[in-house]
């Protein structure tokens, strides 16, 4: 008996809204993006980029519209959607008492990995983080939680990865370090979206674009 099949589409959103009081920070967006692509989502600072983002990562709730995210529904399906969804964003939510290893460690063992130190050990290695893993994350700087955030990511193996504003924070070794990752994500047929103002670096990453403005497509 052969399994279920996989999706056709990382995310099909149809009429897509989301409303916080008064303000549409989303208004009728209509956009599928097919499994194992990547997508640019560019747009100004309140266009809507981090709203769809965490639409798809079931952090928040549609007010009208369909939403469908690696074939399940965003709402009813939310916590199948968990397991194979990651979301990079402006808040990294490690544990700050815990050192980068604790963290990652941590994570790995809920993740069921069989062996959590050394998938965590290799995971700091290749973010650069080796030499600080003993460290509690309280004293790292902005850039040093980006790079944890981004190997907790590859911990959970995603796919379909959110990167809203990935080289924010980075210096031009951790710039050049996430290009590489997201290369490698995309290889191992992850599907991506990836927000950021860095127009055409994401251009170079990227297969397709979805441009917002004041919570509606305006070019895709």
Known sequence: MSGTPPPAFAFEA????????RRWALARVTFSLPAG????????????????????ATSVRPTVGGLRVLGQDAVEGREAVRRDVALLSHSSFLYE????EQNLHLLARLLGEAD????SRSLLDRVGLTQRSDHPVREFSAGMRKRLA?????MKAPKLALL????????PQGIAQMETIISELKARGTSLILATHLVDQGLTLCEERLHLQEGRVVAA
Do not use: M, Q, V, W
């Open 14 to 21: 149809r009429d897509l809204c989301k409303r916080y009081g």
């Open 37 to 56: 692509k990547s997508l640019l989502l560019t747009g100004h600072n309140g266009s809507g980029k981090s709203t769809l983002l965490k639409l798809l």
């Open 97 to 100: 008492d815990l050192s980068a």
């Open 116 to 119: 959590p130190i050394g998938s």
């Open 150 to 154: 981004i190997a907790r990511l590859l």
């Open 164 to 171: 809203d504003e990935p080289f924010g924070e980075l210096d």
